[in-house]
Every structure is written in structure tokens, then in C-alpha cells.
């Protein structure tokens, strides 16, 4: 079965540039989208089909996917940021989300 | 206003079943398809399979064939996710997704629309 693979964490300083990273064998083949969750909320997508912002997702976020990982790019990061993100492709008639990954900001 | 509304929390013995609804408002429920996604404690997120409202046709994830059962109740907008032989493994937020479609392969979606989530507790 396909697997993502996301770090478990990644740490960034207010106003700099988190990336997070999802690696998948040829994973540039896929569409990859990318859903933000906070504690006790349900997962809200923010980037679909590698690089799309659904309306009300700020320019902020940005995807990008090639060879065999896709990257989220979260620019000038926020307090509000801070949340778990998780990767998910289609594969094999099967979604996959990846393990997920923490983003705290210092 | 567009949403997903799930049932109430459960809590369920094991062996028991447990049969959670998600009602859709806001958009034409026939127009496509419902994913259901589950989450333990502190867990990710895994996914449960699917289920065209129009069709009533489904598919479920390998792990969960045999005990789950998708479907649906067009009158009332409303989907349903039946979980048999529960066992404590299966204690979890389950949630309720509206799949958009990503390319022109069927199940290729990402999930644009989440219900609030319904925890299933199993617990002797």
C-alpha cells in the first residue's frame, strides 16, 4: 500500500517560513492536498491539488510537488498557525493521509 | 449554509454496533460523494471509504470490509456509517467529509467540507 511520510514536527519563528514536507514514491505523479487541524476541531483543507487555496485560505499558503515530495510552504507564520497538518494523496483506489505533522511557533 | 451535521457522541460495548448520521444542508446532497474519516486519540487521520448519494454505490478501505456499511437516506440529505463487532481499537472521532473530485478519475477527491466530528466510544 502507498505510504506518506511527514515529519513529526516542525518549529518556526513568528513572521518566518514553515515548510512542511509529505514524501510518497512519485508522489509528483499525484494530487496532493493539504488539511489543517487544531485541537478539537475538524480537519479544514487548505491547499488542493498541489498548489490551490480554497476561497478564505490566505495567500499565506502555498503547495508545491515534484519527483517524490510534496512541500506546504506557510509564509510570514502566525500564532493562529500553530495546528497539526496532514497530507493526503489517491491511490489505488484508496485515500492516503499522511501521519501528520506539528507546527509550532515560537 | 453550507455543512455537514453529525449525530451525538456514543459510547458502545464491544461486539455492538454503532450507526452515526451526518445531514448535509446548503448544497444538492445527490451531487457528491460522502467520505467518512476516523481519528483516535491523538492519532491521524484514516480513511473509511465512501459513498455516492445519487447511486447509493460505496467502497470501503480494505481494513474495515466486512464491517462497515455506508448509505443513505435522500429524502432527509443524510448519510450514515454503521461500524459492527466494535472492539476498543475502534474508539475514535468519526467524521463525515464531501468529496470534490481532483481529476477525472472517480475516487480521486480531496475533502472540502467536514462535519464536526462524532466520538464513538467502545468500552466494556
Known amino acids: 500500500s502507498y505510504e506518506l511520510t511527514q515529519p513529526l514536527s516542525v518549529s518556526v519563528a513568528l513572521g518566518q517560513t514553515a515548510r512542511i514536507t509529505c514524501g510518497g514514491n512519485?508522489?509528483?505523479?499525484?494530487?496532493v492536498h493539504w488539511y489543517q487541524q487544531k485541537p478539537g476541531q475538524a480537519p479544514v483543507l487548505v491547499i488542493y491539488r498541489d498548489s490551490n487555496r480554497p476561497s478564505g485560505i490566505p495567500e499565506r499558503f502555498s503547495g508545491s510537488n515534484s519527483g517524490n515530495t510534496a512541500t506546504l510552504t506557510i509564509s510570514r507564520a502566525q500564532a493562529g498557525d500553530e495546528a497539526d497538518y496532514y497530507c493526503?494523496?489517491?491511490?489505488?483506489?484508496?485515500?492516503?493521509f499522511g501521519g501528520g505533522t506539528k507546527l509550532t511557533v515560537l | 449554509q453550507v455543512q455537514l451535521v453529525q449525530s451525538g457522541a456514543e459510547v458502545k460495548k464491544p461486539g455492538a454496533s454503532v450507526k452515526v448520521s451526518c445531514k448535509a444542508s446548503g448544497y444538492t446532497f445527490t451531487s457528491y460523494d460522502i467520505n467518512w474519516v476516523r481519528q483516535a486519540t491523538g492519532q491521524g487521520l484514516e480513511w473509511m471509504g465512501w459513498?455516492?448519494?445519487?447511486?447509493?454505490?460505496?467502497g470501503y478501505a480494505q481494513k474495515f470490509q466486512g464491517r462497515v456499511t455506508m448509505t443513505r437516506n435522500t429524502s432527509i440529505s443524510t448519510a450514515y456509517m454503521e461500524l459492527s463487532s466494535l472492539r476498543s481499537e475502534d474508539t475514535a472521532v468519526y467524521y463525515c467529509?464531501?468529496?470534490?473530485?481532483?481529476?477525472?478519475?472517480?475516487?480521486?477527491?480531496?475533502?472540502?467540507?467536514w462535519g464536526r466530528g462524532t466520538l464513538v466510544t467502545v468500552s466494556s
Open positions: 493526503q494523496v489517491w491511490d489505488s483506489s484508496t485515500e492516503v
Open positions: 459513498m455516492n448519494p445519487n447511486s447509493g454505490n460505496t
Open positions: 467529509a464531501r468529496g470534490r473530485g481532483s481529476s477525472s478519475w472517480y475516487g480521486d477527491w480531496y475533502f472540502d467540507l
Open positions: 512519485n508522489i509528483g505523479s499525484k494530487n
